[in-house]
């Protein structure tokens, strides 16, 4: 059955760099929009970026414009975040979450599958 795998998380200090993956298997990588989205402790699950299916288009939220940047290879099943000057305030649960259309969304609601998630924590 379909399975997303998130890897990666961890503890950096805040102005480190991390970088995400989660690799797809059960399904063809290629048919779905790729997504992270993360969850603070307390907080709504936000949208943080989006990738179209062959990868020719990304979206990234506000917050982490600048910042972070979302990229995928199709040949290896697997979508990254590369996460760089990274502060106190991205400590979340990162997951990753696939949509069968060509652009994806940024609400959770339309995603069709989701990883079990990995924690990122940041300290100051």
């Known amino acids: 059955q379909v399975q997303l795998v998130e890897s990666g998380g961890g503890l950096v200090q805040a102005g480190g760099s991390l970088r995400l993956s989660c690799a797809l298997s059960g399904r063809t990588f290629s048919s779905y929009a790729m997504h992270w989205f993360r969850q603070a402790p307390g907080k709504e699950r936000e949208f943080v970026a989006r990738?179209?299916?062959?990868?020719?288009?990304?979206w990234h939220a506000d917050s982490v414009k600048g910042r972070f940047t979302i990229s995928r290879e199709n040949a290896k099943n697997t979508v990254y975040l590369q996460m760089n000057s990274l502060e106190p305030e991205d400590t979340a649960v990162y997951y990753c979450?696939?949509?069968?259309?060509?652009?994806?969304?940024?609400?959770?609601?339309?995603?069709?599958?989701w990883g079990k998630g990995t924690l990122v924590t940041v300290s100051s």
């Open positions: 979450a696939a949509n069968m259309s060509a652009f994806g969304s940024r609400q959770p609601d339309d995603m069709d599958f």
């Open positions: 990738i179209s299916r062959s990868g020719g288009a990304t």
